[in-house]
């Protein structure tokens, strides 16, 4: 049985190391793509502090997102890739940091509550599969460090998914 434990860590780099040993622990074993982006989103949700939603959009075409697993309010179904900033991670196929979604063009709102944002490509043999998305109810909540750190967690979940 899996159980989290507490990162006590003062350094944004330590404690994203913490939790991708934890998601590697998490994942060990197991290839199911929804249970691991289910579990994935859980420990993302459970560690992050300050986050009101943390999951999974999966690219169904070569134009749409589909809602994965996630934790927080209820969401967006579909996205348009080129739409929103889940879309444009897509378009673009890079990471995207959003300091103020207000000021995002485009922005999709799914929680009114949201200020900041962060969207990570999910790459796996020259393709993109999907984003991990994270949303947090104040802005500038994401930085370098995180985007880094949240990176190193996607490679881990493609690892063992695919």
């Known amino acids: 049985m899996f159980q989290t434990a507490t990162i006590n860590s003062a350094s ?16 060990h074993g197991e290839s199911d793509t929804i249970a ?9 949700f459970e560690m992050m502090p300050d986050l009101n939603w943390a999951g999974f959009y999966f690219l169904k075409s070569d134009s749409e997102l589909v ?3 996630f934790q927080g309010r209820a969401a967006c179904v579909r996205i348009a890739v080129g739409r929103g900033v889940c879309g444009t991670a897509v378009e673009q196929g890079a990471s995207i940091l959003v300091e103020d979604v ?3 063009p485009g922005h999709i709102a799914c929680d009114a ?8 490509p999910l ?6 599969l999907g984003v991990i998305d994270l949303d947090s109810p104040t802005a500038s909540r994401f930085d370098a460090e995180d985007q880094a750190g949240v990176e190193a967690l996607a490679r881990i979940f493609v690892e063992a998914s695919y």
């Open 12 to 27: 944004k780099v330590d404690f994203y190391a913490e939790l991708c040993q934890q998601l590697k622990g998490l994942l």
């Open 36 to 44: 691991n982006a289910a579990n994935t989103a859980a420990l993302m």
């Open 67 to 69: 809602l994965g697993p």
């Open 102 to 104: 207000h000021t995002f």
């Open 113 to 120: 509550a949201s200020r900041s944002e962060l969207v990570v």
């Open 123 to 128: 790459h796996h043999d020259g393709k993109i």
